[in-house]
Structures are given as C-alpha cells and as structure tokens.
C-alpha cells in the first residue's frame, strides 16, 4: 500500500493526537490538562478538527460531551494507526531469538570458522533452532569492500582500516606458534630458533608473497627461514604437513585447536611473535538490528570462551618449549 502525500498537506499529527484525547477524555478541559496546553489552546484544536472533518465531532449535552457517529468512526481507524506510529517511533523492536527465522551471512577467513563457528553455532542451534548462518571466505585485504557492498552481515578479521560508516568491536589479541605433524618431525625439549628456521615452512598468505611479519623478525637477528609453499587456505596446512617435514606458525588458537584433533604438535614461536587483533565489525545501517545484535553477543562470548581462545592444551600435544 502507499500513500498520498497530497491527502496529508493540511493535517497535523498533533490534532489527530489530541481528537484522540478529546474522544478518550470527553472534556476539553481534561484533555487541555493531559496535553499540558490552556484550555484556549484545546479549544482552538477541536475547532480546527471540526473543521478538517466537516463534522461537530463532540456536542455538548446535559450529560457532558457526547461524541458523533462520525467521530466514533475516526477514533476506531485512527487509534491503532497512531498507536502504529508511536510503536514505530518510540519503541526499540523486540527479537525473540527462539521464534527468530533470519538467514545470516558472515565472512571470515577460514581459520576463524574452524577456530570460533563450532561454538557459535552449537549455542545458535540451542537458543535460535529457526536462524540459519551462511559463511563466506574474506581476508583483511577485502573485508571492508565486502561488508561496503552488503555482501555480508557480519564480518570477523584484522581489520587494515575502518571507514566512517563501518562499526567494530574488538573479540580477541592473539599471537602465532608453530605447528608440525607429530610422526613427522619431534623436537625433544621444545622448539629451538635453530630448529625453526633449520627446516621448509608452509606460509598463509592472501598476496601470494613468501615473506611475513615473522620473515621481518628474523632479518632484524640475521636470520632467515625458507618458505617453500604458500596457500591462501589454512585448512590445507594439516594434511600438507602430514605428508612432509615441515613447519607452519599460525595463529595461536588455531593451532592449539588443531594439537587437539588434528595430531598436531604446537610450540610458542622461538622468537618474540607479532601480536594481532581479531574484530567483527558491521555497516552502521545495521547498527540497531536486535537480531545482529544478538549474535554479536553470541560471537564475542564464545570467543571469550578458555577453548577459543586456545586456553584448552592436550597432553603431549602442546610442547613449552623456550618462547
């Protein structure tokens, strides 16, 4: 349906509000004194919406004011119009997350699906069975043109920068450690910075560049590792590793992830590591949808949770090692 906005050039809300609290009240007075106006004033409104109806509205009787067959008809169309209007207006919208059927659509690196989305969506399955969550592949260098051009709700990364329309919040600071297959290679006592940079590392990257942060750090020493291979997935690591003797340092929690079902060893990374950030982040239209705003909770608690945030150690499989 839509509207004329010809038909609404004479007409005040503010009248229609008050023919209400005449009709309510039956007394200009009374309705002056809720409507915090002289009585005067209320006087002039029911004159003007007499006018505007071409009706008496309310006649005066021995019994007090009585209203028309006209103005019973007005207040039984427009009292749930305006209460309509002020719904929409003044109340923030209720989400039932029980009741709930949406379709969310989130991009992230594939490593923080295999990392935080099993929590995510256990707790969704419990508390919402009707949303469903649609994942995307997305990387720090095409985040924000992604989530720009609303090809996604919600979107989890390091974030490269934040324009003015785009919302965030901060989930986790994290660093690497170094990961190998455990009948591949064994470092009795920990992993050594000779070690490390003694044998081929598979490296992540979304540029297909064969140098990271880590490569920088070991420059400033002196040093340098070999990085045999890239891919820009993550998930291709275990079973690469399963296959060859080799190392790949990846985010922490990642990788204690992966010592307790992928038969991985992690280690801390024998040098200072580079810290990073994780955010979700939004467009600002979607700011006060109550439904991203409940699964913005949901992510940010299960990425608070010991297990995503790689608290959870599996014996013989998280080695100390020197940090």
């Known amino acids: 349906m839509t509207i004329s906005e010809r038909d609404f050039r004479g007409v005040d809300l503010n009248l229609l509000v008050a023919f209400l609290v005449l009709m309510r009240e039956r007394s200009v007075s009374r309705a002056a004194e809720q409507l915090y106006l002289g009585q005067p004033a209320m006087s002039g409104a029911l004159a003007r919406l007499r006018s505007l109806f071409d009706d008496e509205l309310l006649v005066r009787t021995a019994a007090g004011m009585e209203p028309t067959p006209r ?23 209720r989400f039932d997350p029980a009741r709930a059927e949406r379709t969310f659509t989130l991009a992230m690196p594939d490593w923080v699906e295999v990392w935080l989305m099993p929590g995510v969506f256990a707790e969704l399955r419990r508390q919402a069975p009707g949303m469903r969550i649609a994942v995307k592949a997305t990387d720090p260098f095409q985040a924000a043109a992604m989530l720009e051009r609303h090809e996604m709700e919600l979107g989890i990364a390091t974030l490269r920068a934040e324009p003015g329309w785009m919302r965030s919040q901060p989930l986790a600071k994290m660093g690497f450690s170094c990961v190998h297959h455990a009948a591949r290679l064994r470092f009795e006592g920990g992993l050594s910075l000779s070690d490390y940079i003694a044998h081929p590392h598979l490296l992540v990257t979304y540029r297909g560049v064969f140098q990271s942060g880590i490569d920088q750090l070991l420059a400033e020493q002196g040093l340098q ?65 109550p439904a991203l705003q ?18 959870k150690k599996a014996p013989g499989h998280i080695d100390a090692g020197p940090a």
Do not use: I
């Open 71 to 93: 103005a019973l008809r007005l207040e039984a169309e427009l009292l749930p119009a305006l209460q309509g209007v002020q719904a929409a207006l003044f109340q923030s919208e």
């Open 225 to 289: 590792r070999r990085v045999q291979y890239t891919t820009q997935q993550f998930s291709a690591l275990p079973s690469l590793l399963r296959e060859v003797e080799a190392l790949a340092s990846v985010p922490s929690a990642l990788a204690h992830h992966w010592a307790d079902c992928q038969n991985l060893h992690a280690h801390p990374l024998p040098l200072p590591p580079p810290e990073f950030e994780l955010s979700m982040f939004w467009h600002a239209v979607k700011d006060r949808d």
């Open 294 to 311: 409940w699964l913005r909770g949901l992510v940010a608690e299960a990425a608070r949770q010991p297990a995503r945030a790689g608290g």
